[in-house]
């Protein structure tokens, strides 16, 4: 389920970011918890859903608990500075769309696995790591941490580390810039869409 994401990526450089409230720092490992909560009853009912309504069930969830627009923004790197608010605003949804279907299609089946939220810990300039895995029938564990950041108040996951160790975001980061220099911000938009339409036929994550 997760074998094509576990690649070697280099350290995503982290952004400034805002103090929250004692009240809301404890909430951060909750936040997992209730995504963690929502896969599960997804990959339970995978089967029954199918790609469209894993999709569903999970957007609004993600939605919620995802810095999607600072995400992509990271994403974009250097190029974002140069596009106009309107391709800022597609750039974000095409980030937003693709994210939640590459969890649809990653978990897409339930054969016994549970998830745990083994703790937290500082990270840098004021963002927290939550130690979390995801424990297969067999008792594997296969790590994936997720980097929170307040954003208005709240915790939203910003990073995810899978196998605790490397991140999604900069391997988003530098498979996008890749595009953005070779084939400009439409070419971007273009691969996104295929790999948003492969993801819906099961073609991969």
């Given amino acids: ?92 949804d095409s980030f937003a769309r693709f994210s939640i279907a590459t969890f649809a299609s990653r978990f897409d089946g339930y054969s016994g696995e549970r998830f745990e939220v083994s703790g937290e810990r500082p990270a840098a300039r004021g963002a927290v790591l939550v130690e979390n895995a995801i424990i297969q029938s067999s008792g594997e564990r296969v790590g994936i941490d997720y980097l929170l950041r307040p954003v208005d108040g709240e915790w939203r996951i910003f990073d995810i580390y899978l196998d605790s160790r490397y991140s999604e975001l900069a391997t988003r980061r530098s498979e996008y810039v890749s595009i953005l220099d070779g084939e400009g911000f439409e070419g971007l938009m273009r691969t996104l869409e295929d790999k948003i339409a492969e993801l819906s036929r099961g073609s991969g994550a």
Avoid: I
């Fill in 1 to 92: 389920m997760f074998d094509r994401a576990r690649r070697a990526a280099a350290v995503l450089l982290l952004a400034a970011c805002w103090p929250l409230s004692a009240a809301a720092q404890q909430a951060a490992g909750e936040r997992v918890g209730e995504l963690n909560s929502t896969l599960l009853e997804v990959m339970r009912d995978a089967e029954a859903l199918g790609f469209e309504g894993r999709y569903e069930r999970l957007a609004p969830v993600l939605e919620r608990l995802f810095a999607f627009p600072a995400m992509a923004r990271v994403a974009a790197g250097g190029h974002w500075r140069g596009l106009s608010a309107e391709d800022r605003g597609r750039l974000v």
